[in-house]
């Protein structure tokens, strides 16, 4: 089953729900048609060994995975600040993660070897990664050359 948000249109007061998936292609009110913004409440989508490649090719917005593990200390400890990186970059880069443990056959396609790892994709291309739990500056300064189409090295 697929997560959703619910979220009341500002105009109209009806709740929507906005599938996790879906919620930044600009999700419009069921019954005004008010453009519902979600900045505030918006979360890094779950993604999973099955959709995995049609997102990455899917996504008209660069698109960050963290490669995570529910045990492991420094993926627990980043998850916030990759909750707040979801927000601040909302619009510009869709940030996701793959829980590791759960999809094997991911991490083993991207070469992953220990996690937290980031990797960041423009049209399904690699174009750059972090492995480690990076300083919140470190990956605000990689979101916003991601959101800019600026290529960095690895």
Known sequence: META???GCGRCGTKNR?????QHEGPRCGRCGEVIDLAAQVVPIELGDQDLQSFLA???????VDFYSPDCGPCRGLAPVIEAMTRRFFGK?????????LHPNSAL????RGVPTLL???HGQVLDQVVGAPPESLLAEK???LAAGVQSGR
């Open 58 to 64: 899917g996504s008209r917005l660069p698109v960050m």
């Open 93 to 101: 880069v869709v940030v996701a993660k793959l829980n590791t443990r």
């Open 120 to 122: 960041f994709f423009r």
């Open 143 to 145: 979101l916003g050359r």
């Open 18 to 22: 906005i599938p996790e998936k879906r």
């Open 5 to 7: 948000v619910i979220v």
């Open 109 to 112: 396609r991207y070469g992953i």
